[in-house]
């Protein structure tokens, strides 16, 4: 039998590793990793940008997997590779998910003029638009993250204010904590909600994310 390729997507600026605890039978699925590239200036568009990413895909009817600011990147990707499935995790679906303070932030535009120069790190400058909550699980975030470019950051926090989605695509499947911090699960429709879970779920409910994962992939 032909294994299925599951390609994943971590979150902003984090690294392949955040999936290390999720279970997945090998001899069924192969699995891949998406690395994060360099916009190619400040201004490129999401799609652009997943049309570029995309070049790492090269396998035929994936499944993709992402993360949080990965989720709406594999989104993008699904214009591009015709994905078998989408599967995100602790995401948005379209813009009308994302919480109020980041459609504030993209009224005022008050993410173009903040002064990244001072930034020392990521964690400092998504606080400004995320909250504090981030903050408390800094520590544990910090093993997982693999990109600190400034410009990166900038456009990656641009990109999700901006991001233009209306409605959900085809053959997506949503899994959400209900303590979600970053995108609340009150903003949240139509997804398989995980008691308890936090925006780091994938690390912290690994074991219960493979568990839906393994049941939406079979069914």
Known sequence: MEKTPIYFMPGLAA???IFENLEFDLD???LHYLNWIAPQNSEEDISSYAYRLSAQIIRKNPILIGVSFGGIIVQELAS???PKKVIIVSSVKHHNELPKRFKLAKLTKIYKVFPTKVIENFEDYLGLFIGKGLKKRADLYKKYLSV???EYLQWSIASII???QTIPIKNIVHIHGTNDAIFP???IQNTIKVK???HIMVLTKAKKISKIIDTV???
């Open 15 to 17: 690294s392949h590793k």
């Open 185 to 187: 699960i009150k903003n």
């Open 28 to 30: 069924r699925y192969t």
């Open 196 to 198: 308890g879970g936090t």
């Open 217 to 219: 992939l079979t069914c």
């Open 148 to 150: 600190r470019s400034k």
């Open 162 to 164: 901006k991001w233009q």
């Open 80 to 82: 591009y590779v015709h």
